[in-house]
């Protein structure tokens, strides 16, 4: 049976590895993203590979666009059997002179682009008695570096949002669960004219108790997983991917 994977960010870093990801598993991708050219990009490798996808260009912290985006999915697709809400934005500045408008900002694209997409997703899905929506979330959720405030808030807020869908929408056969990456290496993952071969010092890599940095593809998988019926059982939860940062104790010396 044909499926449909929805995945805003989807064109470039961790949003574009879960498109490919999907893709490679058979599923149809409908991506969003703000980037036109990464997401023509994403278009031609997964149909030079034999799937199908569409891309439309989509701000999710603007409503018209998500309803547009899913009006779309619903015209062309169909369906949608997996959401992602991949898509998000960062805005770094002192707490002391962080303007309302920026962390108003933040949370707009991140947490209510993330409701906002899953609301009308979770209507699709409720028709077919199955769905599965995977927020992602971070690290800097349950621990922060100086200045990252609304960044740090609207993670938060996914997490939160997260376990309080997983309640709403379980009668109707749809599973919400969050991912919360660590040091996520992207960019070897963005469009061409942006790529970059990273390099990694062994102080990088042996901060983690894994002995390396992430990559997009351990995030992906870990969402392919979670749409699959083997997490049947699985709903309302928080995967932490980091390589064990954050179990880890860490003492200056």
Excluded at 28 to 46: M, R
Excluded at 165 to 177: D, E, H, K, Q, T
Excluded at 194 to 216: A, I
């Amino acid at each position: 049976m044909r499926k449909v994977a929805a995945v805003t960010g989807g064109a470039q870093g961790i949003g574009r590895a879960v498109s490919l990801h999907f893709a490679r598993a058979g599923y149809e991708i409908a991506a969003a993203d703000t980037d036109k050219e990464a997401g023509s990009e994403l278009v031609q490798d997964i149909r030079r590979s034999g799937g199908k996808a569409m891309f439309v260009h989509t701000d999710v912290g603007r409503e018209e666009d998500v309803v547009r985006f899913f009006k779309l999915i619903e015209e062309e697709l169909g369906r949608v059997d997996v959401l992602v809400n991949n898509a998000g934005i960062g805005r770094g500045c002192s707490m002391l002179d962080l303007p309302l408008a920026r962390f108003d900002e933040v949370l707009g694209v991140n947490l209510r682009g993330s409701f906002a997409c899953s609301q009308l997703a979770a209507r699709l899905m409720k028709r077919q008695g199955t769905g599965s929506i995977i927020n992602m979330s971070s690290t800097r959720a349950l621990m922060s570096e100086p200045d990252t405030e609304a960044y740090s808030a609207s993670k938060g807020g996914l997490l939160a949002l997260t376990h309080a869908m997983a309640v709403s929408l379980g009668p109707f056969g749809i599973r919400v669960n969050a991912v919360s990456p660590g040091w996520i290496e992207t960019r070897d993952w963005q469009k061409t004219s942006k790529r970059e071969t990273p390099v990694h010092s062994e102080r990088d890599r042996l901060q983690h108790p894994v002995g390396r940095v992430g990559t997009p593809d351990d995030i992906a998988a870990a969402c392919l997983y979670l749409s699959s019926e083997q997490a049947g059982f699985i709903t309302g939860q928080n995967f932490v991917i980091d390589g064990g940062m954050t179990v880890k104790m860490i003492y200056e010396e």
